[in-house]
C-alpha cells in the first residue's frame, strides 16, 4: 500500500486529499505499520487509517497507537467501509469513530 500511494503520489497532478488505508483486526503489530514510516505523498494529503471494528474499542486504541508511531494520522475510518454491515451495528460504529478521532485530536 505504501509503494502504491508513493507512486500515486509521485504521478498526479491534481491535489489529492486523502489516502485511505486498511488495518484488519487481527494487526496490531509494529511489523504491519511500520512501512508506513515510508510513505511520501504531499505534505497536504491527509491520511486515514481504517482501523475501526466493530465491538473491539481496546484493540482500535492499540491499531492507532501503532499506526502513530510511523506515521500522520489525520483521521480514521472502518476497515472497508459500513453499508453492507448491521444496521444495528452503526450508532456503535459512529460512537467508536468519535472515540478514536477525539484521540488523534491530541
Do not use: W
Amino acid at each position: 500500500m505504501v509503494e502504491m500511494i508513493n507512486a500515486v503520489s509521485a504521478r498526479v497532478r491534481r491535489p489529492i486529499h486523502y489516502f485511505h488505508l486498511p488495518a484488519p483486526k487481527n494487526r496490531t503489530d509494529d511489523a504491519y505499520f511500520a512501512p508506513l514510516a515510508g510513505l511520501t505523498p504531499p505534505p497536504e494529503t491527509q491520511l486515514y487509517i481504517g482501523l475501526i471494528h466493530y465491538d473491539d474499542a481496546v484493540g482500535d486504541i492499540i491499531r492507532l497507537a501503532a499506526a502513530r508511531r510511523y506515521a500522520r494520522v489525520d483521521g480514521v475510518a472502518t476497515e472497508c467501509g459500513m453499508a453492507r454491515g448491521d444496521p444495528a451495528r452503526l450508532p456503535a460504529l459512529l460512537a467508536a469513530h468519535a472515540t478514536v478521532a477525539e484521540l488523534i485530536s491530541r
